[in-house]
């Protein structure tokens, strides 16, 4: 089993329209939560940390914290081209000495014209 | 403020042959860490510094990867020998602290091994 699983897509939405991204993890110890943008070439970039359950708005963007359900969603409001491109899911959990990030394998988000 | 500077950039070796890269972290960061990111994947650790200490390197492949921070400040990753599967993105980020949240990528070094 993926400790954090996300669907690959591509996930294709018209310009305006809103884009859900999903994402579930296995460990229920899990206390933070991230969605890292990262356009074709380039590095991550972190856009939303979540880390209690129920909603968080920044701007277009809304992450959704379920953990009962071990579930982590990432709302695109008004999603514009440059929105393309591939959004990780990232879950944090403690180890011995310190935080540890396990990403998922991205979902790639297309924003059509 | 700087970011996390990276180098090389990209580098083509063949298989066998030994690679390092260089990572100089955000001013102040006492926490360093390299990813590899396979193409279609994310990125995985394989090392985490605190300071000059090593915190978790519990998927560094120790066979053929090694990595040091000797100053706790840049740190170097080498492959020695390089095999095919090795072929990645090898990202380095920094934090804060071990605690920080807050993870700063670098540009990256794209390996090809032929």
């Known amino acids: 089993q993926k400790e954090v699983e996300q669907n690959s897509g591509p996930l294709s939405v018209p310009e305006g329209a809103i884009a859900s991204l999903n994402c579930t993890y296995s460990d229920r110890g899990s206390q933070s939560f991230f969605w890292y943008r990262q356009y074709s070439g380039k590095s991550p970039e972190l856009i939303m940390s979540?880390?209690?359950?129920g909603d968080k708005e920044d701007g277009r963007f809304t992450a959704q914290l379920n953990k009962a359900s071990q579930y982590v969603s990432l709302l695109i409001r008004d999603s514009q081209p440059s929105d393309s491109a591939t959004y990780l899911c990232?879950?944090?959990?403690?180890?011995?000495?310190?935080?540890?990030?396990?990403f998922g394998t991205g979902t790639q988000l297309k924003v059509e014209l | 403020e700087a970011g996390v500077a990276q180098s090389p950039r990209y580098k083509i070796i063949e298989k066998r042959q030994s690679v390092a890269f260089w990572c100089n972290p955000i001013?102040?960061?006492?926490?360093l860490y390299w990813y590899q990111q396979i193409l279609g994947q994310g990125p995985k650790l394989l090392i985490q510094?605190?300071?000059?200490?090593?915190?978790?390197d519990s998927q560094l492949p120790k066979d053929r990867f090694s990595a040091e921070r000797l100053k706790g400040v840049d740190s170097t990753l080498k492959i020695q020998p390089a095999k095919l599967e090795d072929s990645a993105v090898y990202l380095c980020?920094?934090?804060?602290?071990?605690?920080?949240?807050?993870?700063?990528f670098g540009p990256g070094t794209r390996l090809t091994v032929l």
């Open positions: 979540i880390y209690s359950n």
């Open positions: 980020a920094s934090s804060g602290g071990l605690f920080t949240d807050t993870q700063y």
């Open positions: 990232a879950v944090e959990g403690i180890t011995g000495g310190g935080n540890k990030l396990t």
């Open positions: 510094f605190q300071n000059n200490g090593v915190v978790d």
């Open positions: 001013s102040g960061h006492a926490t």
